[in-house]
């Protein structure tokens, strides 16, 4: 055992625990921001809709201009809900990479951890 402690360096260490860590946490990070960036411009385009509605609603002025705005709203509801469908797939798509690099992430570790471990057997 105490061979086993002498050989084990800050390097050994590096690689079996802080690189991973390191690596794992700056997935975690890229991850979060690229979806909270589509988030954030998820919002603000359905924002821009909602504005873009009520101040379609504020110029109505008589029966005519009513009909007009009505019937817009099936445009504007198809619209939506495709942006909607868009903005799904898109976070569908962040999390499917996330879990790739994830396992990748985890399969290249637990490589150079059991090779890190045979090397310290044999060197015990």
Do not use: H, W
């Amino acid at each position: 055992m105490e061979n086993i402690m002498k050989n084990f360096d800050t390097t050994q260490f590096e690689n079996l625990f802080f690189g991973p860590a390191r690596a794992f946490a700056s997935l975690n990070l890229d991850f979060t921001e690229k979806l909270v960036n589509t988030q954030l411009e998820a919002s603000k385009s359905y924002a821009e809709a909602n504005m873009n509605q009520v101040r379609a609603l504020l110029n109505v002025r008589d029966a005519e201009g009513l009909r007009t705005y009505m019937e817009s709203q099936q445009k504007v509801a198809k619209d939506l809900t495709e942006r909607m469908k868009g903005d799904a797939e898109k976070v569908v798509a962040l999390q499917q990479d996330f879990v790739t690099k994830s396992q990748k992430l985890t399969e290249e570790n637990t490589k150079q951890a059991t090779a890190a471990a045979a090397k310290a057997t044999r060197q015990a």
